[in-house]
């Protein structure tokens, strides 16, 4: 069974300063999909970010790049001039191909508080 | 246009009262998903509809009961629930392609609360 992996429960960052949320995952298969979800305190799930593990070239979105080791199973968003409104809980999530492919693995999440 | 939209957005209800959670999409995606999520722990997957009809059921109770009347409605029909069964309950939608369904989009979910 796949697992997701967010180490750090809470982290903190100085606003226009840059911050690297953790994320590993395990899985036996070759082929798969990887997202960064954020989640402010608002409810909403907003996806951030995906990474298709075929692709070796890291996704970015802005202010937002991850750094993608499909090797080591490391799954990493760096997150660049932080901004107030970037505080939340950022959820890691997992999704293989194919018939599986409805099912995302999260993490347990990481809460980023930006400080003023 | 990646918006979902849920209704209400809080609900509070009674053992015995039976209510209904509305998800609406207009993005054109085939799959919609229901989750459920309690605080500070990630959503937990309750239904997948693909092309309107039940794919996945995660071994739900029956007192949640899903309905999809068409591709871009879902609707979570709830009846005798338990107070265990507060939570937030999300919505999600996503297109579908030869290798599967691509990212999900969540709408902004239903507070619930079960008195």
């Known amino acids: 069974a796949q697992t997701v992996t967010q180490s750090q429960p809470e982290m903190s960052v100085q606003e226009a300063e840059t911050v690297t949320l953790s994320c590993t995952y395990d899985t036996s298969e070759s082929d798969y999909y990887l997202f960064w979800y954020k989640q402010p305190p608002s409810r909403q799930m907003i996806l951030v970010i995906r990474q298709e593990a075929y692709k070796q070239q890291n996704a970015t979105e802005n202010r937002f790049s991850v750094n993608f080791q499909k090797a080591a199973k490391s799954f990493s968003l760096k997150i660049s001039d932080s901004q107030l409104g970037d505080a939340a809980m950022y959820f890691c999530?997992?999704?293989?191909?194919?018939?599986?492919?409805?099912?995302?693995?999260f993490g347990k999440g990481t809460k980023l508080s930006v400080i003023p | 246009d990646t918006e979902v939209t849920q209704t209400p957005k809080h609900l509070v209800m009674g053992m015995t009262n039976k209510k209904s959670l509305k998800c609406e999409q207009h993005m054109g995606h085939r799959a919609m998903y229901w989750y459920k999520q309690k605080a500070k722990k990630p959503p937990e997957l309750m239904f997948v509809y693909s092309y309107e009809k039940l794919s996945i059921n995660e071994s739900v109770p029956s007192r949640f009961s899903p309905e999809c009347p068409n591709s871009s409605l879902l609707n979570l029909h709830l009846h005798a629930l338990q107070p265990e069964d507060s939570a937030l309950y999300l919505c999600?939608?996503?297109?579908?392609?030869?290798?599967?369904?691509?990212?999900?989009?969540f709408g902004p979910g239903t507070r619930l609360t079960v008195t």
């Open positions: 999600a939608s996503s297109a579908l392609g030869l290798a599967g369904a691509h990212e999900q989009y």
């Open positions: 999530a997992y999704s293989p191909p194919g018939a599986g492919s409805y099912q995302l693995t």
